[in-house]
């Protein structure tokens, strides 16, 4: 990867200089790379529309995470702003190292104005792309950014070597302050306002009104591969990518390497990445290519439809052509993407990612199952308080659930509660493993859509191995559901539209190369399931990636117990961690 690719971030200036300076350790081992974040705020200017964003270094979209596996990330969090922070490291193991995990009031107190935390993790066995972003209220909206984790020095990727690599990252951008967005939302109980552009790499791009300037450009060469590491870092919608008339073959998601297909077009849920190898036509090809994203939508509620456009432009002209042809002269070729609901192009893609299953990168699916749950996730409602005029469905507030469990958040950290044995009041252990109403999960919905609510767990011995189900309901409508585990990758050994049926189902699991992932899109109107090993011990949030239904409450946790042996337990907490 040549320093000029990622010499445009002025992250890189940190990680270089720390970087240097720390290579007398054992590059068997990693290297130590500091990074400090400011988290301030800045003004910025997308759809003609100025205002003042929560960002990075005043960076949007914030800084770039580099790194090796097997690097010690050191990373200094300062907020000077008036909103208590929390940062993320969404899709890092942190093995032992909870702690750094980041979720507010769960493994971590938030930030508050003034004060400052050091994230400190290691990553063990991954490489690829993940990304940061706040872990508190619809903070995320612009506090997010690219990490790359590249392979141990002098290891190969199981590909060809790509000519340059490029972070192509998703996001939402909303002319109004995302926090008001939510809380108005919340107060009223309504769905909230949606955004007003997507855009990628921070820029909405040609389509929308006022941005033709404010475009993401990719300028490539001829006859070259380009590695485009892609992230949905958008709050709540899976998106649809492609470039017109180029093919991607899709190398690694999650930061794990698949088996490679072709495609057109791809699928990314927010939560997700997607490492991409881009082939550009052998010879300068007289056009312009459009690249677009929109969303794919399954709900009933209301959404941003609109689409991002960035240009991918070949850059040398060759001398047979004039040099005054402008490139707005040139053709431009736009890709078709598929409807919005096209549920059966989501599962076909979904069916195509497998493990790579190799020697060196093995799918080590648990094979036997210790605990086994079923969890419906969807949504519901609560009542409206008194005097109150309430905008959620049949005047009631919108909610959503695991197992008819409306996560309340705490006000003190669940890891503190844990690991200093003082549960009581924070939490409680009894999240049901099945719903305790069963009900025809996908067909005509009860009458009864209210949710209960409560701070529960569920508790897992170290090392056990766990099948989970997650079924969509459909009250309120079926809706497909991008569900992240943090503190694991999982296996997604099977998926299937209805219900699932215990008896059946299994015999179709795929227990040999299975995609390995942190975040799954449970089908709309169906179920998937995963196996993962609890070998991690801490207290490990799950939620669904669309930040309304995190916010309305989608969301559990699961407490691993420490192992017998010192390794296997979870290591005390840093001197620095915030306070409640």
């Known amino acids: 990867m040549g320093v000029s690719l990622l010499s445009s971030s002025p992250a890189f200036l940190v990680f270089f ?27 910025v200017t997308r759809l003609c529309h100025t205002k003042s964003i929560v960002s990075v270094n005043g960076q949007f979209p914030g800084p770039r995470i580099v790194a090796r596996e097997g690097d010690q990330l050191l990373i200094k969090v300062v907020n000077h702003v008036p909103n ?47 990304f940061w972003h706040a872990h508190i209220s619809w903070l995320r909206a612009t506090l997010y950014g690219p990490i790359v984790i590249l392979p141990k020095r ?49 820029l909405p791009g040609p389509l929308y009104n006022c941005s033709a300037k404010d475009t993401f450009k990719l300028k490539v060469k001829p006859g070259k591969t380009y590695l485009l590491r892609l992230i949905n870092a958008a709050l709540n919608d899976e998106l649809f990518f492609s470039i017109a008339n180029h093919t991607l073959t899709i190398v690694d998601v999650d930061a794990i390497y698949v088996k490679p297909f072709e495609t057109e077009t791809l699928l990314i849920t927010p939560g997700q990445t997607t490492n991409v190898i881009l082939k550009t036509k052998p010879k300068y090809p007289n056009a312009t290519f459009l ?61 195509k990612l497998r493990s790579l299953g190799t020697a060196q990168y093995p799918a080590n699916v648990p094979q036997k199952v210790d605990k086994r749950f079923f969890f419906t996730v969807g949504l519901g409602t609560s009542p409206c308080q008194h005097n109150q005029t309430c905008q959620g469905p049949n005047g009631t507030k919108f909610a959503a ?140 949030f799950m939620h669904c990636h669309l930040e309304v239904h995190t916010s309305w409450g989608l969301k559990m946790a699961w407490i691993v117990l420490d192992g017998e042996l010192p390794n296997q337990k979870i290591l005390p907490p840093p001197a620095d961690l915030p306070k409640c």
């Open 291 to 351: 690249m677009t994203a929109r969303p794919y939508v399954t709900g009933q509620g209301t959404f941003d439809n609109s689409t991002v456009a960035g240009i991918l432009e070949y850059e040398s002209l060759p001398s047979n052509v004039h040099s005054s042809i402008s490139l707005e002269k040139l053709p431009l070729f736009k890709p078709i993407l598929p409807s919005l609901n096209d549920t059966s192009f989501a599962t076909n893609f979904a069916s």
């Open 84 to 130: 208590n922070i929390s940062i993320h490291w969404h899709g890092i193991r942190q093995l032992r190292s909870g702690w750094a995990d980041g979720p507010a009031y769960v493994t971590q107190c938030p930030i508050q104005t003034g004060q400052s935390y050091v994230y400190n993790f290691t990553i063990v066995g991954q490489r690829g792309t993940l």
């Open 401 to 540: 659930s695991v197992n008819n469990v409306s996560f309340v958040t705490p006000t003190t950290a669940l890891l503190q509660a844990h690991f200093f044995g003082q549960s009581n009041g924070v939490y409680t252990q009894d999240f049901p493993s099945s719903p305790i109403v069963p009900f025809n999960y996908t067909g005509t919905p009860p009458n009864n859509t209210m949710v209960s609510n409560g701070t529960k767990v569920v508790v897992l011995p170290f090392n056990s191995s766990v099948e989970l189900v997650m079924q969509d309901t459909s009250i309120l409508g079926a809706e497909s559901h991008p569900l992240h585990l943090h503190g694991f990758n999982f296996f997604v050994v099977g998926q299937g539209f209805g219900n699932f049926d215990p008896n059946k189902d299994p015999a179709k699991f795929n227990l040999i190369d299975p995609v390995e992932r942190n975040t799954v899109g449970v089908p709309s109107g169906g179920w998937v399931a995963i196996r993962f090993l609890a070998d991690n011990p801490g207290v490990w």
């Open 17 to 43: 200089s720390f970087s240097t300076f720390c290579l007398l350790t054992d590059p068997a081992l990693g290297i130590t790379r500091h990074y400090r974040f400011d988290v301030k705020l800045h003004h």
């Open 154 to 202: 002098g290891v190969p990727y199981p590909f060809a070597k790509p000519y340059k690599e490029v972070p192509i990252i998703f996001g939402e951008w909303f002319n109004a302050d995302p926090e008001a967005v939510i809380s108005q939302a919340l107060q009223t109980g309504g769905g909230p306002n949606v955004s007003d552009a997507y855009t990628i790499n921070g």
